[in-house]
C-alpha cells in the first residue's frame, strides 16, 4: 500500500489543538517538527557542539512548526483527508487571535517500497581496519576474507562504522585490546565500539549515553552480535556526579567517540577511571581542536599521546 504523506502548518502554540483536532479524527500517531524545539536545542546542548553549520541554522529558523502524518492512500485516506480538512478550517474559524499558525495541509505520495527499503541500498558491507567487516543484517557475505563480521543496523542512535571518528576508533581498538580488558564504552551510540571491543575479547563492563534509547539500541546490536557489553548507565556524567561516581574505577581502557568540548571536559574524570598504565582512546575531535585536546590530556597526566586522523577528524590515544 502506498500513503500520503500529509503537513499541517501551525505554530508551537497551535500543537495542543492541533493534536486534539488528530486525535478526534482517528489519527494516533504523528511526526511533530516543533521551531521552538531547535532553539531550545541549541541552547540546552551547546557544550556538545564543535561547530553548527550557520546554514543550516538559517533553515531550521526559517522552518514552520508541522505535524506530519500518513495516511492511506485510497477511498478511506481520502475521506479521512477531507474530514481532517474540514476540521481544520473550523479551528482556524475558532482562532481569533490567529496565535495557531495558518493551519494549511501539504501533502505528498510516499510509496511504500521508499517507506521501508529505500535507503538501504546506501548502506551495503564494507571493511574497517585490518579486522572487522561491518553489515547491516539484510545483507550476506559470501566471504568475510578472515574479517570478524560486526552486524549493525542504521537507526536513531549514532554509529554504523561509516563515519571517521568511528574507523579511528575501531582501528585504535585493534591495536590496544587485549583479552580481559575492563573497557568503559562513554557515548556509546549504538554500541559499535563497544562490540568491537568485545569481538576483540575486552570485557565491555560500563556502556555510557545520554539518552536512554541509545542504550536499548547498543543492546539489542550486542545481542545480534552475540556479545556481551556490560551495563548501560544513562546521563551526563559532566553534569551528574552520583552518574560519575556509579560508573567506577578500575578500567584498562576507555573509549570515547564524543567532541572536543565533552573530552575536554571529562579529562579529569577519564583519569580517574583509569588504572595507572591505562588507555584513553577519544575521537569526535575536528582536526583544527586537536591541539586543545592534547593540551587537555597532557594537563590531567595522560602521555605517549598518538594522533590519528581522516581528512576532517582527529582522534587520540593516550596512556595514563
Known amino acids: 500500500m502506498d500513503w500520503k504523506e500529509v503537513t499541517i502548518y501551525t505554530t508551537t502554540a497551535g500543537i495542543g489543538p492541533v493534536e486534539a483536532l488528530l486525535e478526534d479524527n482517528g489519527v494516533e500517531g504523528y511526526v511533530l517538527e516543533d521551531a521552538a524545539d531547535f532553539e531550545e536545542f541549541l541552547q540546552d546542548t551547546e557544550i556538545y557542539w564543535d561547530y553548527v553549520d550557520e546554514d543550516l541554522v538559517r533553515e531550521k529558523r526559517a522552518q514552520e512548526t508541522c505535524l506530519k502524518i500518513y495516511l492511506s492512500d485510497d477511498e478511506d485516506g481520502a475521506k479521512q483527508y477531507a474530514a481532517i480538512c474540514a476540521a481544520l478550517e473550523n479551528l482556524k474559524a475558532r482562532d481569533e487571535e490567529h496565535a ?47 574479517r570478524k563480521i560486526l552486524e549493525i543496523d542504521p537507526a536513531s542512535s549514532f554509529g554504523t562504522g561509516s563515519h571517521d571518528t568511528t574507523q579511528l576508533c575501531m582501528t585504535a581498538l585493534e591495536k590496544l585490546v587485549r583479552p580481559g580488558d575492563k573497557l568503559l564504552d562513554m557515548g556509546t551510540g549504538s554500541g559499535i565500539l563497544a562490540i568491537a571491543a568485545a569481538m576483540l575479547g575486552a570485557d565491555v563492563k ?45 578500567y584498562d581502557i576507555i573509549v570515547a567517540n564524543i567532541v572536543a568540548d565533552v573530552i575536554i571536559g571529562m579529562a579529569p574524570l577519564f583519569a580517574d577511571k583509569l588504572v595507572p598504565g591505562g588507555r584513553l582512546i577519544c575521537s569526535g575531535i575536528l582536526n583544527e581542536r586537536a591541539d586543545e585536546v592534547r593540551a587537555a590530556l597532557e594537563q590531567n597526566g595522560f602521555t605517549d599521546l598518538v594522533h590519528a586522523h581522516s581528512d576532517d577528524w582527529s582522534a587520540f590515544t593516550a596512556q595514563r
Open 100 to 146: 495557531w499558525g495558518r493551519l494549511c495541509t501539504e501533502t505528498a505520495l510516499t510509496r511504500q517500497e521508499d517507506w521501508e527499503w529505500g535507503w538501504k541500498q546506501y548502506f551495503k558491507p564494507f571493511p574497517v581496519g585490518d579486522t572487522f567487516l561491518i553489515k547491516p543484517s539484510w545483507e550476506t557475505v559470501d566471504d568475510a576474507q578472515g
Open 206 to 250: 560500563t556502556v555510557v549515553d545520554i539518552d536512554e534509547n541509545c542504550l536499548k539500541t547498543a543492546q539489542e546490536n550486542a545481542e545480534k552480535n552475540h556479545v556481551a557489553i556490560g551495563r548501560g548507565l544513562c546521563g551526563d556524567a559532566l553534569r551528574n556526579p552520583q552518574l560519575a561516581e556509579e560508573i567506577g574505577t578500575g
